[in-house]
Structures are given as C-alpha cells and as structure tokens.
C-alpha cells in the first residue's frame, strides 16, 4: 500500500464521522431521545452483517440469534 493511501482513509473517516453527526443532531432534532437511541443498536447489526458479507467473517449462530434480539428490541420500541 502507498503511503498516500493511508492519509486517504484518515481524511475520509474523519468525512465520514462529520457527516454522521450532522445525521445526528438532525433525527434529535425531530424525534425524542428515547426512540432514536435505540436505534443506534442497528450499528451493531450492520457490523455484523457487512462483516459476514464483505469480509467473510464467520458468524456462529449465538451471534446471529443475539442480532435479532435486538432487531426485536427496536421493533418493540419503535412501536411505542
């Protein structure tokens, strides 16, 4: 890898971040705390799933099983 490279996936994470938070303050700014909190668990959801997508990670069935508990866990919240 060149080293310019490098310096590009800092920069870009850092984009990446700024944009994420300006997503943020914006869906705070439109609906309670206690329903868009929660819906920061999809994080961990899309690791895993892109984990096992792109980068071919093994994932066993306990992790699946835990991925859905919170799919379930969201929906329930969103429904309230």
């Not at 300006?22 to 899309?46: E, M, N, T």
Request: aromatic content about 18%; some cysteine.
């Amino acid at each position: 890898m060149r080293e310019g490279t490098d310096d590009t996936f800092i920069l870009l994470g850092f984009l990446f971040y700024i944009i994420s938070t300006f997503i943020w303050l914006s869906v705070l700014s439109r609906v309670q705390l206690s329903f868009a909190y929660p819906l920061i668990s999809f994080g961990y959801v899309l690791t895993v799933f892109f984990s096992w997508l792109l980068l071919n990670e093994s994932v066993s069935l306990i992790r699946w099983l835990g991925v859905m508990v919170i799919c379930c866990g969201v929906f329930l919240i969103s429904r309230s």
